[in-house]
């Protein structure tokens, strides 16, 4: 069982890749607590494995909220609207108006599809969304600091990080030289002092999108992809931040870079206190790709499965292990769901049940948050259940329009069935087993399942 913070709320721990171990959470200002995480490239629809972080950090911003009040808490999730891929996008899709604003048709547009399913999926908005392009004089601010500073260089219109002046660049990722070494060679150019110096800034080729660049260089350019989290963040929440999350393949080289471009900037020993990655996701026991035919987006689930129950499938597993996303896990997450809000009361209290809380404060312990939820079904924790959905994100409408839209046509009236039902009610009081049993098989018979519990014939719904 854990501690408590002196206020009966329960002390919250959470796993930190920089120290791989899991630690009791103590914020920087606990009257400000801060939370970056990296956000969607926004060239086209979200998949599924964009959702994974999003939902996960969600459920920690709720968290946090709870523990340290909402307005002592500061969630900034980023937007990525510099990429290759929206540069192509827009060229390809929009070929007769300014690149430029062919940019920023994608990008808005991808962006609202974004939101539309992140609503779906019942995630909060973060306090702060700021797009990459928004950022660009923050970004040649920390360059023009990093070069002056020596820890960065320019070289053929680009201007690169000196890793071998950080000694202990790849504390985060914890990789030896060699892998290091194996990933920095992707990107082999003759202009590096060291394989591994990474990009800050490079000049736009003809026809891409250009800012006026840093350092002295003339030639108009774009930041490089790392330079943007560290600036959006210093932007919004200082130089030094509680919590860094993103996916586990952010690692490295994005957060190592991350923490090497803000730590040499500002001089300080950390970027941010603590580091939480979620695991991979695998679809039906395969890793997600177009060549496989099993990549799926967001989008497209919510065709088929309301918001709550990919949300609820998502949780399941504990963040930081892989996920298998399986059809045979959203059929189980729907029913799971039906049972809870068919037992949860109407009037919720206003929190979630200690025992659930506790679990999530244990690094966000999901399963076990889950089994407690499963445990509040009886008459004593049906407030405490509804209480939990709220907190959760589970809403009930979209469940039950998706399971009015999967319903087969009624055979019976519903005027009859109420009326079968009232005559049922009358044979329980008169302890006339057999007539209820029959009525209650009849229904069925004709599509018609009824939901009892021990207070009698709740409700009824068709049957699928």
């Known amino acids: 069982m854990s501690g408590t913070n002196g206020q009966g709320l329960p002390e919250l721990k959470l796993y930190n890749t920089l120290t791989r171990a899991k630690e009791v959470f103590t914020p920087l200002d606990p009257a400000h607590v801060r939370m970056y995480v990296c956000g969607p490239t926004v060239y086209d629809f979200a998949h599924i494995g964009n959702a994974r972080p999003v939902i996960v950090f969600d459920l920690l911003y709720r ?62 908005h973060p306090d702060v969304e700021p797009r990459a392009t928004e950022h660009i004089a923050e970004m040649r ?95 919004h929440l200082g130089e030094t931040f509680d919590i860094h999350g993103g996916g586990i393949d952010l690692v490295f080289p994005h957060h190592e870079n991350e923490v090497a471009q803000s730590r040499c900037a500002f001089h300080t020993g950390i970027m941010a206190k603590v580091w939480m990655h979620n695991g991979f996701l695998q679809v039906e026991g395969e890793k997600m790709s177009k060549s496989l035919g099993n990549f799926i987006t967001i989008r497209q689930l919510l065709a088929d499965w309301p918001g709550p129950v ?51 404060a244990d690094d966000l312990n999901t399963p076990k948050a889950i089994a407690e939820m499963h445990a509040l079904k009886d008459h004593a924790g049906k407030k405490a259940l509804a209480g939990t959905l709220a907190f959760f994100g589970f809403e009930a409408a979209p469940l039950h329009e998706w399971a009015a839209a999967r319903a087969p046509a009624l055979v019976i009236p519903e005027t009859e069935i109420e009326a079968r039902i009232a005559e049922r009610i009358v044979a329980r009081q008169n302890r006339d087993w057999a007539a209820s049993d029959r009525i209650r098989d009849e229904l069925l018979a004709l599509g018609v399942a009824l939901k009892d519990n021990k207070d009698g014939t709740t409700s009824w719904e068709p049957k699928r």
Request: proline share 8%.
């Open 63 to 124: 968290l946090l909220r709870h523990l340290y009040g909402a307005d002592h808490v500061k969630y900034v999730r980023n937007i990525t609207d510099v990429d290759d891929k929206i540069n192509a996008r827009a060229a390809t899709e929009l070929p007769g108006i300014d690149l430029n604003e062919a940019i920023a048709r994608v990008t808005f547009t991808t962006e609202a599809q974004f939101h539309d399913d992140l609503e779906a999926l019942g995630v909060l």
């Open 310 to 360: 990919l949300r609820l499938n998502m949780l399941k597993t504990h963040y930081r292990q892989p996920i298998d996303w399986t059809v045979k896990g959203l059929e189980e997450s729907a029913k799971t769901l039906e049972q809870w809000f068919d037992a949860a009361a109407p009037d919720a209290y206003p929190r979630p049940a200690p025992a659930v809380l506790e679990a999530l």
């Open 141 to 235: 601010q920390l360059i023009e600091m990093l070069v002056a500073s020596g820890h960065a260089y320019v070289a053929e219109d680009h201007v690169l990080f000196s890793v071998p002046s950080m000694p202990d660049y790849g504390k985060l990722s914890h990789r030896p030289l060699d892998d290091m070494l194996a990933g920095a060679r992707v990107d082999v150019a003759p202009y590096k002092k060291d394989a591994m110096d990474f990009v800050l800034w490079k000049p736009s080729k003809p026809g891409e999108p250009g800012w006026p660049s840093p350092a002295g260089i003339v030639a108009p350019g774009r930041p490089g992809w790392h330079i943007e989290c560290s600036a959006m963040s210093w932007k």
